[in-house]
C-alpha cells in the first residue's frame, strides 16, 4: 500500500466542494447529468423496488406457514408471487449493481470525468423509472397472475390479470438497460485515463463490460418477446395460441434466450464487487488477473447458449436437451474457477474482516452452494424430477439473492465512504452482515430438501408433509427481514452522524480511492495517469518478468 | 433409498435416480467442503497480523495452479455430464406397450381415460409391473404432470402431445400434481396415483360404469363426421388410406418427411396442417368442430387400423 493511501483524512476537515453539496435542491438531482449522482437515484428507487418485493414475498411466506389458504385468495396470492417475481428481477437484480455501483464508479475507476453519454444515463433513470412505477402501479391496481415468467397460452389467452399493461412497464423498463449497456461500453472504450490498458481494469470494470454486452445482446430478445405477447393479447395477432397455429413453446425459447443470459447480468456485476472487497481486505493481488478476465468472458458468451436447459420437460427434443445440458456444464467451469481465484487470493494475505469482507465471504459460500446445485440442474434425469420444484427455487435465490444481494451490499458498505464520506458504524454492520447469511440460510437450505421430496412450485395449498421445511423457511424469512432493515437504518443514521471517512479509509488501491470523499463534481483534480496494473497491495512475488511486477499507482489527485 | 418417508420411490428407474442424486451431491459436497475449508483455514492462518510466513510465491505457481485447476474442473464436469446423458439416452427408449392412458389436462383438473375406456378425474389407476405410457395433450394452457414417486414429470401442451412411460412397482397410492403454474387453482391439480397389483386392477377396472372402448366410438366418429365418405377405400375423392398410417413416414407436399404419431394426425385432423404428397389438398379442417375428447377417440380408431394391419400381414 501506499502512503498517500494510508492517509485518514483529519475529522474537521473543512469539506471542500463535492457531488453532494455543489447544488443541493430538488431540481439539481432531477436534472442532474452527474453519473455519481445518477447512481444515487439509481440507489434510492430500487432500494424502494427490493422493500416492495419483499414486502411481497413476505406475506407470501406469511401465507406457507400452514399447508392450507389462511391469509389470501387463490388469486391474491399467484398475484403477490407475480408481483415479487417481475418487480425483483426486472426493478432489482438487472439493474441493482450495474446501475449503483456502476454507474457512480465505473468512470471512477478508469480515470473519467463521467460516462461518455450523460445525458443518456439521465434518461436511462427516467425510462427505468417511468417503466418501474407503472408496472408497480398496474401490478398493485390491477394484478398479473402468470409469475414473472409470462408463459403462453396462459399470459396471451387465459390470464385475467393486466400481463399486457405490465409486459408494457417492463418493455419500457428495458430500453433503460439498454442505455446503460450503450454508455458502459462506450465509456469502458473512449474515456479511460492515459495508461489505464485493458489489462490494468480492475476487476469491477471488467464484469461492467462483460455485463453490458449482455445487456445489449440480451435485452431487445425480451423486447421483442414482450411486444408479441402484447400484440397477441391487445390486438389477438396469434403469436403463441395453438389453436390457431401458433407455438406456445416459442415464446419459452425466446424468453429463456433472454432470461438466461439476464442470470448473468444479474451475478457478473456480483463476481467484480467481490473481487475488489477480497483483494483489499486480504492486502493480496488477485488471483489469476486475466484468468479472472478471461472467465468473465467467457460466462457472458457461453451464457447464450444454455437456455434450453429451463426447457427439458417441456417437449423439446432428446438432441436439443443433450446440447443445451453440455454447454451447461462448460458454463459452469469458469464460474468454478473464479470460486478458486477468491479462495486463493486469501492465501499470504493480511485478512481483516469489516462488513464488506464478511459480505464478501457470505457471497462466497452461498454463491458455491447455488452453483454447485446448478450440475444437478443441468443433469437431463435430475432435472426432470427437480424441474419447477423448490430446488431450483433454492438454487436460484442461492445465487441471485445470497450471490448477488450479498455482493451489493458489501459494495455499498465498501463503497459507503466514497459515495457519503461518512463510516458507517461497524460493529452494527458485522452484525447485520452475519446475521443476513444466518437467515439466508435458514430460509433456503430447507426449500433444497422439500424440492427434492416433490414440493411443487408456486403452491398456495400443499400436502402436510412439507410443513416443516416451510415452517423452518418462513422463520429464515423473517431474520433476513431484520437483516435488511439493519442497513437500512444505520447507513441512514450515519449520513448524519457518521465519522468523516478521509479519502482512502480502506487504504486500497484504485483510482476511485485516490481522490476526496465524497468526490468533486469532476471526480479528479485533474485527469490520473496511470502507470501499473490493478491491486498493488504487496510486492510482487517474483522479480521483473512477472507481469504484474510493476511500479506503485500514482494517483491523481496529491 | 433417500431418507425421507415423504419420497417414496416405487420404479427401478426412480431408484437410479436417486442413486445419481446422492453421487452428485457427494460428488459437489466435497467440492464445497474443499472450498469452505480452505477459505476456514486461510482466514485463520493469514488473519492480519498473524505470524504466518508471507515469503513470496514461487513464480511457476500461479499459471501451473490455475491451469491445473481448470482442466480439473473441465473434466470432473464432462464426466458427470457423460455419466447423467448415458441414463438420459436409455430411458429414452419407449417401451412397446399397449398399456396406454390418455390423459388430457385443462384448468384446473385432470380427465384420465383408461385403455378400456373408464374415465377417471384427478386419479390415475395404474396395473404394476406392467410398461404404461401416458398420451397427454391439453384443453388450453400449458400443464405439467409430475409423478414424485416415480421421479418424472413431462409438460403438457395444448395442440400437441407429449408422453411419458414407467414401469411402477410398489403398489400404494401417490401423488401427482402440475407443476407448471397455470392459473387461479393451480395448486389444486392435485390427483391420487394408484398402483394396484394385476389383479387388483383388473378387479377395479372391471368395476367401472361400462364405456364406450375408445376406438369403437372413433369408428363411430368416424363415419358421423363424414371422415369415411373421403377416407373409406371406396371413395370417389383421392383421399389417403388411413390404414397403416399410424408410424409411417409420410412424404410431405412441399418435400420431406415427417412420422405419422398422434401430433401429426392430429394437426391433420384440426388443421389440415400438412398435406401428403401426391393428394389434392382438399380435405376440410376441423377446428371448433371436432374436440379433444373426439380427437382422442379418432386417435385411438386411427392406430387400431394399423394394428390390425399389422396383425394381418404377420
Ligand atoms: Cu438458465
Ligand atoms: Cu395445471
Not at chain 1, 475529522?11 to 452527474?34: C, F, G, I, V
Not at chain 1, 463534481?521 to 490520473?528: D, L, M, V
Not at chain 2, 442413486?19 to 474443499?34: D, P, S
Not at chain 2, 390415475?124 to 418424472?152: E, G, K
Request: net charge neutral; aromatic share 14%.
Amino acid at each position: 500500500m501506499t502512503d498517500t493511501t494510508l492517509e485518514f483524512a483529519p475529522a474537521a476537515e473543512p469539506l471542500e466542494k463535492n457531488y453532494l453539496n455543489e447544488e443541493t435542491t430538488l431540481w439539481s438531482w432531477l436534472t442532474t447529468t452527474d453519473h455519481k449522482r445518477i447512481g444515487i437515484l439509481y440507489t434510492l428507487s430500487i432500494t424502494f423496488f427490493f422493500f416492495i418485493g419483499g414486502l411481497a414475498i413476505g406475506v407470501v411466506r406469511l401465507e406457507l406457514m400452514t399447508p392450507h389458504a389462511d391469509i389470501v385468495s387463490a388469486e391474491a396470492y399467484n398475484r403477490l408471487f407475480s408481483l415479487h417475481g417481475i418487480i425483483m428481477v426486472w426493478f432489482f437484480l438487472v439493474p441493482s449493481i450495474p446501475t449503483t455501483l456502476g454507474n457512480f464508479l465505473v468512470p471512477m475507476m478508469i480515470g473519467a470525468h463521467d460516462v461518455a453519454f450523460p445525458r443518456l444515463n439521465l434518461l436511462s433513470w427516467y425510462l427505468f423509472m417511468l417503466g418501474a412505477l407503472f408496472t408497480l402501479y398496474v401490478l398493485i391496481a390491477g394484478g398479473v397472475d402468470t409469475g414473472w415468467t409470462f408463459y403462453t397460452p396462459l399470459s396471451t389467452s387465459y390470464a385475467t390479470g393486466h400481463v399486457a399493461a405490465a409486459a408494457a412497464g417492463v418493455f419500457v423498463a428495458g430500453f433503460s438497460t439498454i442505455a446503460t449497456g450503450v454508455n458502459f461500453v462506450a465509456t469502458i472504450h473512449m474515456l479511460r485515463a492515459p495508461g489505464m490498458t485493458w489489462f490494468r481494469l480492475p476487476l469491477f470494470v471488467w464484469s461492467m463490460y462483460a455485463v453490458s454486452l449482455v445487456m445489449l445482446l440480451a435485452t431487445p430478445v425480451l423486447a421483442m418477446t414482450l411486444l408479441l405477447i402484447f400484440a397477441e393479447r391487445v390486438f389477438g395477432m396469434p403469436v403463441f395460441d395453438p389453436a390457431q397455429g401458433g407455438d406456445p413453446l416459442l415464446f419459452q425459447h425466446l424468453f429463456w434466450f433472454y432470461s438466461h443470459p439476464a442470470v448473468y447480468i444479474m451475478i457478473l456485476p456480483a463476481m467484480g464487487v467481490v473481487s475488489e472487497i477480497f483483494t483489499c481486505f486480504a492486502r493480496r493481488r488477485i488471483f489469476g488477473y486475466t484468468f479472472m478476465v478471461y472467465a468473465l468472458l467467457a460466462i457472458a458468451v457461453v451464457g447464450f447458449m444454455v437456455w434450453g436447459h429451463h426447457m427439458f420437460v417441456a417437449g423439446q427434443s432428446a438432441l436439443a436437451d443433450l446440447v443445451f445440458s453440455f454447454l451447461s456444464f462448460i458454463v459452469a467451469v469458469p464460474s468454478a474457477i473464479k470460486v478458486f481465484n477468491w479462495t486463493a487470493t486469501l492465501y499470504r494475505g493480511q485478512i481483516s474482516f469489516e462488513a464488506p469482507m464478511l459480505y464478501a465471504m457470505g457471497f462466497l459460500a452461498l454463491f458455491t452452494l447455488g452453483g454447485l446445485t446448478g450440475l444437478h440442474l443441468a443433469s437431463v434425469p435430475l432435472d426432470i424430477h427437480l424441474h419447477d420444484t423448490y430446488f431450483v427455487i433454492a438454487h436460484f435465490h442461492f445465487i441471485m439473492v445470497g450471490g448477488t444481494v450479498s455482493a451489493f451490499l458489501g459494495g455499498i458498505h465498501y463503497w459507503w465512504p466514497k459515495f457519503t464520506g461518512r463510516m458507517y458504524p461497524e460493529s452494527w454492520a458485522r452484525f447485520a452482515a452475519i446475521t443476513m447469511s444466518i437467515g439466508f440460510i435458514t430460509t433456503f437450505l430447507p426449500q433444497y430438501v422439500m424440492g427434492y421430496a416433490g414440493m411443487p412450485r408456486r403452491y398456495q395449498i400443499y400436502l402436510p408433509q412439507f410443513q416443516i421445511y416451510h415452517v423452518i423457511s418462513s422463520v429464515g424469512a423473517m431474520i433476513l427481514a431484520v437483516a435488511y432493515i439493519m442497513p437500512l437504518l444505520y447507513l441512514g443514521w450515519s449520513l448524519l452522524y457518521g465519522r468523516r471517512a478521509g479519502s482512502n479509509p480502506w487504504g486500497a488501491t484504485g483510482l476511485e480511492w485516490q481522490t476526496s470523499s465524497p468526490p468533486p463534481k469532476e471526480n479528479f483534480h485533474g485527469t490520473p495517469r496511470v502507470v501499473e496494473g490493478p491491486y498493488v497491495y504487496h510486492d510482487a512475488e517474483t522479480a521483473s518478468g512477472s507481469e504484474q511486477a510493476a511500479p506503485r499507482p500514482q494517483g491523481a489527485h496529491r | 433409498m433417500i431418507g425421507f418417508s415423504d419420497v417414496p420411490e416405487i420404479s427401478q428407474y426412480a431408484s437410479a435416480i436417486d442413486v445419481k442424486f446422492i453421487v452428485l451431491t457427494a460428488l459437489t459436497g466435497a467440492m464445497g467442503i474443499l472450498v469452505f475449508v480452505l477459505v476456514i483455514v486461510f482466514s485463520i492462518r493469514y488473519r492480519r497480523g498473524s505470524p504466518a510466513s508471507r515469503a513470496p510465491l514461487p513464480r511457476w505457481m500461479q499459471r501451473d495452479v490455475e491451469i491445473g485447476w481448470t482442466v480439473a474442473t473441465l473434466f470432473t464436469f464432462l464426466f458427470v455430464f457423460w455419466w447423467m446423458a448415458g441414463a438420459q439416452l436409455s430411458a429414452l427408449a419407449q417401451p412397446k406397450t399397449n398399456f396406454e392412458i390418455h390423459i388430457e389436462a385443462k384448468q384446473w383438473m385432470w380427465k384420465v381415460e383408461q385403455p378400456n375406456g373408464a374415465r377417471e378425474i384427478n386419479a390415475i389407476h395404474v396395473p404394476a409391473n406392467t410398461d404404461v405410457r401416458l398420451i397427454m395433450t391439453s384443453d388450453d394452457v400449458i400443464h405439467s404432470l409430475f409423478l414424485p414417486a416415480l421421479r418424472i414429470k413431462r409438460d403438457v401442451l395444448p395442440g400437441r402431445y407429449t408422453y411419458l412411460w414407467f414401469k411402477a412397482q410398489r403398489p400404494g397410492t401417490y401423488n401427482f400434481m402440475c407443476t407448471q403454474f397455470c392459473g387461479t387453482d393451480h395448486a389444486r391439480m392435485i390427483g391420487h396415483f394408484v398402483v394396484m397389483t394385476p389383479e387388483d386392477y383388473a378387479r377395479w377396472s372391471m368395476a367401472q360404469p361400462e364405456t364406450d372402448d375408445l376406438a369403437r366410438e372413433g369408428a363411430r366418429l368416424f363415419v358421423s363426421f363424414g371422415c369415411s365418405g373421403c377416407h373409406a377405400p371406396g371413395s370417389r375423392v383421392h383421399a389417403p388410406d388411413l390404414h397403416g398410417l399410424y408410424g409411417r413416414q409420410i412424404p410431405l407436399d412441399g418435400g420431406g418427411f415427417v412420422t405419422a404419431d398422434e401430433t401429426y394426425i392430429r394437426d391433420c385432423i384440426l388443421l389440415n396442417k400438412h398435406i401428403p404428397a401426391g393428394y389434392p389438398p382438399v380435405m376440410p379442417h376441423f377446428q371448433g368442430v371436432v374436440n379433444e375428447e373426439q380427437v382422442t377417440s379418432l386417435l385411438a380408431y386411427i392406430r387400431s387400423l394399423s394394428a390390425e394391419q399389422q396383425g394381418a400381414s404377420r
